[in-house]
């Protein structure tokens, strides 16, 4: 394993990275399956996987010699040229989805952006006038100016100027509140299949209905976020099948490039036959090295043996942190679906991610009062018990 004696990397990270994220004192020098290892040799159980990106785990072998593979080809061609990495994964893609085409970009927020220009452009070029986008309050879609006018969080608005016009917030499973803002003006409902980052706050089935219904009765179309919850992490590929939510465009990124930068956007083909050359485009965005990667990981968790895997870790964890919750008064309820789980909690989730870490274990926040846990899509039983026994040791060492 590679030694580092760096011990100054936070400091020198905070002379020369912009101090957007709080990051701790800790050194990572390899990743190998659910685990990372640190400059002293001490090992990590990673339930954060790169904030869902790496579903596979650290160094698949099978995706590290995809990666490598390509690499001996051609890294990058632009979007000038038809390349089989491309081709070859938006051919899988489709073929695990309902969808008729696939436009690929490099990240999350400009697979949403996209979604946006490309809903509206729809009904520009069906001499239809409608822009409106209805978005939730609480949703993060993403920091470009678009999909954060779609973010419901007014707290990264501001300060920003102006941002795009025609987006709309209502709550959460608000069916009775979305039903008042959406209409014939309506261009898009926006919507993620469980909200990450907001709070892992599953849809509900009435809200998942009523937005169909709704996209029925006026036409509009439904954007499906999917980008944290899609590609197997809710037990199903996409988070659509498990809500029942039927979309016309979903955005995926985060573990769709298995580490690499890499973002896709699914049209349905009536979305993609009123789009012309020039509509939109991208320059990195499918790169040949990610698409690769990303056919890999694609292979592995659509199949319905490996999903059917996920669920059952799901059922383990969850089972496991409700003994968790019995056990310690500060612990509220589980939240989330699949391998996108939280727990509630009334102390200060920054203290227990901490906690945890000096127990080797790696997990995040989402909003302002829940545990996540995403571990790797192919964690093991074994690293769920070993993860559960690291949660208990850290709760038995908070402070009453
Ligand atoms: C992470 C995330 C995004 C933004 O993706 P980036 O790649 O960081 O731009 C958008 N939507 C959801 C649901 C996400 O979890």
Redesign the pocket.
């Known amino acids: 394993m590679v030694q580092s004696l760096n011990r100054n990397l936070l400091a020198e990270d905070k002379a020369v990275i912009a101090p957007f994220c709080c990051k701790p004192d800790v050194s990572f020098v390899e990743g190998k399956g659910s685990y990372l290892f640190d400059a002293d040799g001490k090992k990590y159980l990673d339930f954060v996987s790169g904030?869902?990106v790496n579903a596979l785990g650290h160094q698949h072998p099978a995706v590290v010699k995809a990666m490598q593979d390509q690499i001996g080809k051609f890294v990058h061609l632009s979007n000038l040229y038809p390349n089989y990495p491309q081709i070859d994964f938006a051919k899988k893609l489709l073929s695990v989805t309902h969808f008729g085409k696939v436009f690929f970009c490099n990240?999350?927020?400009?697979a949403?952006e996209g979604a946006i220009k490309l809903a509206r452009k729809y009904f520009d070029r069906k001499g239809d006038e409608r822009t409106q986008i209805v978005a939730f309050n609480g949703s993060?879609?993403?920091?470009t100016l678009a999909?954060l006018a779609a973010t419901g969080q007014p707290a990264l608005w501001h300060g920003f100027g102006e941002l795009p016009r025609g987006f709309l917030h209502v709550d959460w499973n608000d069916v009775e509140g979305l039903k008042k803002v959406v209409n014939a003006k309506t261009c898009a409902i926006m919507l993620?299949s469980l909200a990450?980052?907001g709070g892992v706050m599953r849809l509900s089935p009435e809200m998942a209905e009523t937005v169909n219904a709704l996209h029925k009765e006026f036409g509009c179309l439904v954007i499906v976020?999917e980008?944290?919850?899609g590609m197997g992490r809710l037990g199903t590929f996409l988070g659509e099948e498990r809500t029942g939510l039927k979309a016309d465009l979903v955005?995926l990124?985060?573990a769709i490039g298995a580490g690499l930068p890499l973002?896709a956007i699914l049209m349905t083909q009536e979305i993609a036959d009123n789009l012309k050359p020039g509509d939109h485009g991208t320059t990195f965005g499918g790169n040949p090295v990610a698409c690769a990667a990303g056919l890999v990981v694609t292979n592995v968790v659509s199949d319905p043996k490996f999903l059917a895997e996920v669920q059952t870790r799901s059922e383990e964890l969850q089972a496991g942190l409700k003994s968790l919750i019995q056990k310690y008064s500060f612990l509220g309820e589980i939240r989330g679906d699949g391998l996108l789980l939280g727990v509630t909690t009334t102390k200060p989730v920054s203290d227990l991610v901490v906690l945890a870490r000096k127990e080797g274990l790696l997990i995040h926040r989402a909003g302002t009062n829940v545990i996540r846990l995403l571990p790797p899509l192919n964690v093991t039983s074994a690293e769920i018990v070993e993860a559960l026994e690291k949660l208990d040791r850290t709760f038995s060492k908070v402070p009453a």
């Open positions: 904030i869902a990240s999350g927020t400009e949403n993060f879609h993403g920091r999909s993620e990450g980052e976020d980008i944290q919850a955005t990124a985060k973002g």
